[in-house]
């Protein structure tokens, strides 16, 4: 597999189950995300790769001003990887957009892995009832209450993320809005918007 970024290309992903020894030989600087969490089933290894990614390009030019514009990556779900315990994926966040908005929430807990474009990349997070800060490599475990995310000006970030299937209860692509933000999904949301009377 090749990948020159995370912004340009799709990701290939290898996924295996308990009991699989895998060995990864680089032929050059590479950076690997690792994911994992408790299966009991067994089942064929499969390599997703880049052309098998479910791209969704999310929050068009027009949708709230074009602050949401993202590109929503999916390597497997409850869809095509069912006797999994987890969905894996990642969100392309454009230079000043926000992702994961509106604020939503899910009962299964979520992480994100950060990368940024340039080192010095930075944005932040609304999760767990706090926000943090993220950055280049940061990592963040959701397991509570709304989340969202923004990216500064001048940076893009690609953030992996991963979902856990809770037992009884797999994330089947759910989300739950913030009923207080619920008017951003309507239509007309954008005349609903205050605009800068000079037009900036």
Known sequence: MDR?????????CLHVCKGVKVEVSAHGPCNIYVQKTLNEKTF???????????TWARGNQGELMGCIKRDVRTCFDLDNAPYSNMVLGEVVNLPGKWSSYPPHHHPQP??????????????AGWANGEIYETRHNGLAIITDKMHSQVTAPG??????????????????????????????????????????????
């Open 110 to 123: 979520e992480c994100y892995f950060y990368r940024f474009d340039r080192p010095m990349g930075f944005g």
């Open 44 to 54: 064929p290894s499969k390599m997703y790769k880049p052309e098998d990614t479910d």
């Open 155 to 200: 940076y893009s970030c690609c953030y992996a993320w991963g979902i856990r299937h809770l037992p009884g209860d797999p994330w089947d692509k759910t989300r739950i809005d913030d009923e207080e933000h619920l008017w951003l999904l309507e239509d007309d949301a954008n005349d609903k918007i205050w605009h800068c009377p000079t037009g900036n």
């Open 4 to 12: 020159p970024n995370p912004f340009d290309y799709n990701p290939s």
